[in-house]
């Protein structure tokens, strides 16, 4: 397990100084985390870093996951799809369910949280704790919302208020709330098997596992397979760069607990792709960290055709390791891929299989947006920055009206 003074390579001394400095003055308090799901997607693989590193600080971070069963996290996804402003219908009944199923953690869990950082809606309505237990309490919406469906926005408005504070990714997702909201966009581990370095005969040996030729340009995305990946649009792409350039497309993600749609689109994508042996759709289990990160690094252009996006780790993970990235201007996907200086930004399947192209027939070109990606991830979206991020507003939080001597 990495400890804190392990990213001092990748960081420097004075800011493992500073968290630990900032972490003093919290030393001992319980930092709390509750989520929908242990395994699959961005939240979860936060999670897994951020709780070891808090302990190392001295802070007592806990991380629970609420407990539903399929018909709520069918209802959960419809209430994810709205909030990315996608039509869905929500009844009344799945409204009473998805409060029961609140209810019910409500009773079952253990809040034990000096701060609780509850993450996305699923578990939103955990908020009416606080008129028992009072405490902090803040609500992380991991969504670009910006185009959320106003009924439902006004709804989990009404619990979203009770909290504390808000966090979101990007000040482009701020809301007209009454709460303090603040900017902490996510991060990823550097040490992590998804993200450290590998050596070249594990890279070759994962490719020949899948049967991927390290002969011909690779263009890679790794997603959940999500309608708002946009794994057909992908392909839509990959065709109009072969018709140019002999390469392959591997398509690679695996499901999450809390995302009931992914098989229906796998079969999708499996069917739209039967034809191609080009074409590599590649089921992972969950913890295949280690053959994400060499699929990764043996990607000639790494993409994320993303129509919707909180953030997308992915892009970090693909810029860190210096892949030329090809990304959907979206969401906090603009955050990480400055276009034309750490990547590509293009709205349309034309406009990235011409960039794709572009990369694919310049490698100096892809090879100096890369470097300059991880550079860029390095300064912005480390570990570090993430945790200094979170310790300076749960001391605000404490502290609220003080002035903070550190
Ligand atoms: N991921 C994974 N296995 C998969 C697909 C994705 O471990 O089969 C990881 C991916 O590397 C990234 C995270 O899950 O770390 C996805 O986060 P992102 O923000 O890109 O998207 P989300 O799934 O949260 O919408």
Same mark, same amino acid.
């Not at 209810?103 to 996305?120: K, P, T, V, Y």
């Not at 140019?244 to 796998?266: F, H, M, S, Y």
């Not at 055709?305 to 909180?310: C, F, I, N, P, V």
């Given at each position: 397990?990495?400890?804190?003074?392990?990213?001092?390579?990748?960081?420097?001394?004075?800011?493992?100084?500073?968290?630990?400095?900032?972490?003093?003055?919290?030393?001992?308090?319980?930092?709390?985390?509750?989520?929908?799901?242990?395994?699959?997607?961005?939240?979860?693989?936060?999670?897994?870093?951020? /709780?070891?590193?808090?302990?190392?600080?001295?802070?007592?971070?806990?991380?629970?996951?609420?407990?539903?069963?399929?018909?709520?996290?069918?209802?959960?996804?419809?209430?994810?799809?709205?909030?990315?402003?996608?039509?869905?219908?929500?009844?009344?009944?799945?409204?009473?369910?998805?409060?029961?199923?609140?209810?019910?953690? *409500?009773?079952?869990?253990?809040?034990?949280?000096?701060?609780?950082?509850?993450?996305?809606?699923?578990?939103?309505?955990?908020?009416?704790?606080?008129?028992?237990?009072?405490?902090?309490?803040?609500?992380?919406?991991?969504?670009?919302?910006?185009?959320?469906?106003?009924?439902?926005?006004?709804?989990?408005?009404?619990?979203?208020?009770?909290?504390?504070?808000?966090?979101?990714?990007?000040?482009?997702?701020?809301?007209?709330?009454?709460?303090?909201?603040?900017?902490?966009?996510?991060?990823?581990?550097?040490?992590?098997?998804?993200?450290?370095?590998?050596?070249?005969?594990?890279?070759?040996?994962?490719?020949? %596992?899948?049967?991927?030729?390290?002969?011909?340009?690779? /263009?890679?995305?790794?997603?959940?397979?999500?309608?708002?990946?946009?794994?057909?649009?992908?392909?839509?792409?990959?065709?109009?760069?072969?018709?140019?350039?002999?390469?392959?497309?591997?398509?690679?993600?695996?499901?999450?607990?809390?995302?009931?749609?992914?098989?229906?689109?796998?079969?999708?994508?499996?069917?739209?792709?039967?034809?191609?042996?080009?074409?590599?759709?590649?089921?992972?289990?969950? $913890?295949?960290?280690?053959?994400?990160?060499?699929?990764? %690094?043996?990607?000639?252009?790494?993409?994320?055709?993303?129509?919707?996006?909180?953030?997308? *780790?992915?892009?970090?993970?693909?810029?860190?390791?210096? %892949?030329?990235?090809?990304?959907?201007?979206?969401?906090?996907?603009?955050?990480?891929?400055?276009?034309?200086?750490?990547?590509?930004?293009?709205?349309?399947?034309?406009?990235? $299989?011409?960039?794709?192209?572009? *990369?694919?027939?310049?490698?100096?070109?892809?090879?100096?947006?890369?470097?300059?990606? %991880?550079?860029?991830?390095?300064?912005?979206?480390?570990?570090?920055?993430?945790?200094?991020?979170?310790?300076? *507003?749960?001391?605000?939080?404490?502290?609220?009206?003080?002035?903070?001597?550190?």
């Amino acid at each position: 397990m990495a400890r804190l003074i392990d990213y001092e390579p990748f960081v420097g001394k004075s800011t493992i100084e500073e968290l630990s400095l900032l972490a003093g003055h919290l030393r001992g308090k319980v930092m709390q985390h509750i989520n929908a799901t242990a395994v699959g997607g961005g939240v979860a693989e936060i999670l897994n870093w951020l /709780v070891p590193l808090f302990r190392d600080l001295g802070i007592d971070a806990r991380w629970d996951v609420i407990k539903g069963n399929e018909k709520f996290f069918v209802i959960t996804k419809k209430i994810h799809n709205m909030l990315h402003g996608r039509k869905e219908e929500l009844t009344k009944e799945d409204i009473e369910y998805y409060e029961e199923v609140g209810d019910f953690n *409500l009773r079952e869990m253990n809040f034990a949280g000096d701060f609780m950082f509850i993450h996305d809606p699923q578990p939103l309505t955990l908020v009416k704790k606080k008129a028992e237990m009072g405490r902090k309490w803040v609500w992380r919406c991991h969504i670009d919302s910006t185009l959320a469906e106003p009924s439902l926005w006004n709804y989990l408005a009404g619990y979203v208020k009770d909290y504390d504070a808000a966090i979101f990714s990007t000040t482009a997702f701020s809301k007209d709330l009454p709460i303090r909201q603040v900017i902490i966009s996510p991060s990823i581990d550097p040490l992590s098997d998804k993200n450290k370095e590998l050596e070249e005969a594990f890279i070759d040996r994962i490719l020949e %596992r899948f049967q991927i030729d390290k002969n011909r340009p690779i /263009v890679t995305q790794i997603s959940r397979f999500d309608y708002q990946k946009d794994p057909l649009g992908v392909i839509k792409v990959y065709r109009l760069v072969k018709k140019r350039i002999d390469c392959q497309l591997v398509l690679a993600g695996g499901g999450a607990t809390d995302d009931p749609e992914g098989q229906k689109i796998l079969e999708m994508v499996r069917e739209e792709s039967r034809d191609d042996p080009d074409i590599h759709v590649l089921l992972l289990p969950p $913890a295949s960290d280690k053959e994400i990160n060499a699929l990764q %690094r043996a990607s000639s252009v790494v993409l994320q055709k993303s129509l919707r996006e909180g953030f997308g *780790l992915t892009v970090a993970e693909a810029l860190w390791k210096e %892949r030329p990235v090809v990304a959907s201007a979206t969401g906090g996907i603009p955050l990480q891929v400055v276009h034309n200086y750490t990547g590509l930004l293009s709205h349309t399947i034309e406009g990235t $299989a011409g960039f794709v192209k572009q *990369l694919l027939q310049n490698p100096e070109y892809a090879k100096r947006l890369g470097s300059n990606g %991880r550079e860029h991830i390095r300064q912005n979206f480390l570990v570090t920055r993430h945790i200094r991020d979170y310790l300076l *507003l749960m001391l605000s939080l404490e502290r609220e009206g003080d002035f903070i001597y550190l």
